[in-house]
Structure formats: C-alpha cells, structure tokens
C-alpha cells in the first residue's frame, strides 16, 4: 500500500512538473510554429494577388493596344476609299506600316510585362529559398548531417573508377573539416 502511495505521489509531482514547466514551452514553441505558417501562408497569397494584377493590367494593357490598331486599320481603310487611284499604293503602304507599330508595341509590352513578373517571381523564390537555406542551417545537428553527407558524397566522387581517389579524398578532408565545426 505505501508502494503504491509513493508511486502515486511520485506520478502527481511529475504530472505537476510538466504541467508547470513543460506545457508553457510546448505551447509556445506551437504558437511560434503557428504564426511562421501563418506569415508564409500571407506571403503567397500576397504573391498571388501581385500576379493576379499583373495579369489583369497586362490584360487591360493588352485590349488598349488592340483597340488602339482596331481603331487605326479602321481609320487607314476610311482613308483608302477616300484617296484617288493614283494615291491608293501609298495608303496601302501606310497601313501596313501602322499595322506593324501597333503589333510592335504589344509585343514590347508583352515583354515587359513578362520581364517584370519573372523579376517579381525570381526574387521571391529566392528569398523563400533563403528562408528554407538559413532555417535549415539553423539546427547544429542539420548543420553537421548536411556536411557530413557532402563530405560523403566528395569522398564517392574520389573514389572512382581511375583508382586514385584515396589521393584525392586526402586532399578534399582537410579542406571541409575545416570549415564544418
């Protein structure tokens, strides 16, 4: 019966030990988790919504540029019919040129706006990548796990088939061993 009130009391201070002191950090290190998910979760969608008024602009932009040559080829074909026979080659000629600055324009704006969503894209994958690089390295023992399967991976390209990679894999060691602690 006192093995049992002992065990008892025992068990009542580790569950009060626990609940004291470890519960608190537990839910902290949750709530801490919670709120970086959150904020990744508020990135993409800010990215997303950056891409989806870039699309609408570049769409809008797009219509313009279209109206714009509806709105010249309409303009040329009015004064083709208006133009003598003798002139109706050079309005032709006119057309086509204004035709080709209306396409050149939409594509150079295609490009740009292109260019600009690549540049917006590329530079946030690489802050994302950076996050995930530095969030990786922050733990010693990933640390130590991703250069000890660098130094494994070193010493499996020196071991090839020319038989020379015992030389080589000297070499390699002293070189990353430093670096690693």
Do not use: C, N
């Amino acid at each position: 019966m006192l093995e049992l009130i002992v065990e008892l009391l025992a068990f009542a201070v580790v569950v009060f030990v626990l609940y004291r002191w470890v519960r608190p950090m537990v839910q902290q290190l949750v709530r801490d988790r919670q709120d970086e998910i959150q904020r990744h979760v508020d990135a993409s969608e800010e990215a997303t919504r950056k891409l989806d008024d870039a699309r609408r602009r570049y769409e809008s932009a797009e219509a313009e540029v279209r109206k714009e040559v509806a709105r010249i080829r309409d303009d040329a074909r009015a004064d083709a019919v208006r133009i003598s026979e003798e002139l109706r080659e050079q309005a032709e000629r006119e057309v086509e040129r204004i035709r080709q600055r209306g396409q050149d324009q939409l594509v150079a704006q295609r490009d740009h706006m292109v260019r600009a969503l690549r540049a917006e894209l590329g530079a946030q994958s690489m802050r994302l990548a950076e996050r995930l690089v530095v969030e990786q390295l922050r733990d010693d023992r990933r640390r130590s796990a991703t250069v000890d399967q660098f130094l494994d991976d070193l010493e499996g390209l020196d071991r090839g088939p020319t038989g020379s990679g015992a030389e080589s894999a000297d070499r390699a060691v002293p070189v990353s061993g430093g670096g690693a602690s």
